[in-house]
């Protein structure tokens, strides 16, 4: 933000001291995010301070009328996202006709999110003779191609930094069981102890998840995702930056470019899509010459995910386990030791109640409770599987062999069913649907029962032990996935609803159960396999 700060001045200002009455904006910053145009906004004001720069933010989720208003006064810098931007120039409340200068923050991710549209509206409607800058820590083909149709004599501007931007950042990719990779995260927390974590998520469903996990064990926990209204966000990141919070769960794009303080710790719950995002999310720590960790939490059929993506990205890190429970104990351990004050004197008071603690009970009892004290603040870490476990084709995390007799479910005796607001009119097939239960519902292939597929509505069977999880991880507001919601049913769900190819029904519906769900799903020609 500094560099395109300083970069614009000279275009804005020339030879004066300082800016002069704000008829219209000279200078157009654009964000991806709020957040991060709200932050840009912040530091524009700091470095435009003694110029006595006017800026105004024009981002989604704030008060447009306030925003017009805002603009009707007058503003030399206008910092915004391209959605809440375009409404304005579409409405005639943004005047470019003076723009002098404009940025492009993050372009390559706004090219990603869709705003293509936008940014050209907002672009063709600039005078031409104004200055582009495009500001990103990675430059795609996508952004090449930008460059020659709204720059002039583009420079391409690389930083000296770019050639050492892993070195204070400490690269470590743990192994872990498949099954294990949230228990990993907790641990993982507990073992840096660090002042500000992020933990990225690849869904707003599985940042849901975590944060209500996190939180259950007691972790200082915020999240960052999109469906989060601007007041939620805004509070979110003032918690991690008053230390009211120190665990961020979020999403890629709502932690873009953010810079929090102390954040000392990045955690990715999966491997990242591509380098891209394997550098801005680890950029987020190891700033300013301070010094990061970013571990990647990788299963055993993500590794050469994992090898690929950091060779790419030219990233040379340490192969390691998860921390264990005991290797936290000892940090505990160490912790407590380093934090302890002796070298301040004891008071009066103090010593009063030092003297009676010591008639009371002896040093060790003592010494005993003070650890004790310390150690009930504390998280209890998880006992992790060996890296290279594998559970059973059941789906059991037993290392035995099943015999072939035992049943491959779990037993749906008094199984409960569940209803989606979904049916075959919008086209539900068993081919989406199971994977999205398994996914956002924190379920496993043997949890789940029939799956029944009517007009509009499709009904799921849970076995009756996870019923809870899964109210549990869907959470209050039981969302599965976008607009799709569930509702708990009664009995027997209502196939008064003619369907294709119905499945036999289950031993309540008075037919023969099998050991597979039963689909609903249209009739497969002959010799073509069904789900």
């Known amino acids: 933000t500094v560099a395109f700060g300083l970069t614009m001045a000279t275009t804005l200002l020339g030879e004066a001291d300082a800016f002069s009455r704000a008829d219209a904006p000279l200078a157009l910053c654009i964000s991806p995010t709020r957040e991060l145009a709200m932050q840009v906004k912040r530091e524009l004001d700091w470095l435009y301070k003694d110029a006595g720069a006017k800026t105004v933010s024009c981002v989604g989720g704030m008060d447009s009328r306030a925003e017009r208003t805002a603009l009707e006064r007058g503003a030399h810098i206008i910092v915004g996202t391209p959605g809440r931007l375009c409404d304005h120039l579409k409405r005639g409340a943004l005047d470019l006709s003076a723009l002098k200068a404009v940025t492009l923050d993050e372009a390559d991710e706004m090219l990603k999110m869709g705003f293509r549209e936008e940014l050209e509206l907002i672009l063709n409607a600039a005078p031409t003779g104004r200055r582009t800058l495009m500001f990103s820590a990675t430059v795609p083909k996508t952004i090449l191609g930008m460059t020659k149709k709204y720059q002039r004599d583009a420079v391409r501007v690389n930083t000296a930094a770019e050639a050492k931007q892993h070195l204070d950042i400490d690269y470590k990719v743990m192994s872990v069981a498949t099954a294990d990779r949230e228990n990993a995260i907790i641990n993982v927390l507990r073992y840096y102890d660090a002042k500000n974590a992020i933990v990225f998520g690849d869904t707003r469903i599985a940042v849901n998840r975590m944060t209500q996990r996190f939180n259950n064990r007691g972790f200082s926990v915020v999240a960052l995702s999109g469906e989060l209204s601007q007041a939620e966000r805004s509070n979110a990141l003032q918690a991690l930056r008053d230390g009211r919070a120190r665990v ?78 005991t290797a936290i104990m000892e940090k505990d351990n160490e912790r407590l030791l380093a934090n302890m004050t002796l070298d301040t004197p004891v008071t009066q008071d103090e010593q009063t ?14 010494a005993t409770a003070f650890i004790r004290q310390y150690r009930d603040g504390q998280s209890a870490p998880e006992d992790l599987l060996p890296a290279n476990h594998k559970p059973s084709k059941a789906g059991h995390d037993d290392h035995q062999p099943r015999s072939r007799t035992s049943a491959p479910r779990e037993d749906f005796s008094g199984g409960q069913w569940f209803s989606l607001n979904v049916g075959r009119q919008q086209k539900a097939d068993p081919k989406w649907i199971l994977p999205m239960l398994l996914k956002s519902g924190g379920l496993k292939k043997p949890d789940i029962g029939a799956i029944r597929i009517i007009d509009k509505e499709t009904f799921v069977e849970l076995a009756p032990n996870t019923v809870e999880r899964f109210l549990k991880t869907i959470g209050p507001n039981m969302k599965i996935e976008g607009a799709i919601t569930v509702s708990r049913i009664e009995g027997q769900p209502n196939l008064s609803q003619p369907t294709e190819n119905r499945a036999p029904a289950d031993r309540n519906g008075g037919g023969k159960r099998t050991n597979k769900a039963a689909y609903d799903a249209p009739r497969k020609p002959r010799g073509e396999k069904t789900f």
Do not use: F, Q
């Open 353 to 366: 109640l030092v003297v009676r603690l010591l008639k009371a009970h002896s040093p060790e009892h003592i």
């Open 248 to 325: 961020c769960v979020a999403t890629d794009v709502a932690a873009r470019g953010l810079d929090l303080p102390d954040l000392e710790l990045v955690i990715h719950a999966d491997v990242p899509r591509n380098r891209e995002a394997l550098l801005h999310r680890s950029g987020r720590t190891g700033r300013a010459g301070r010094k990061g960790v970013s571990a990647l939490i990788v299963s055993p059929n993500r590794r050469r995910n994992a090898e690929r993506l950091l060779r790419d990205a030219d990233i040379t890190a340490e192969w390691c386990e998860a921390p264990s429970a």
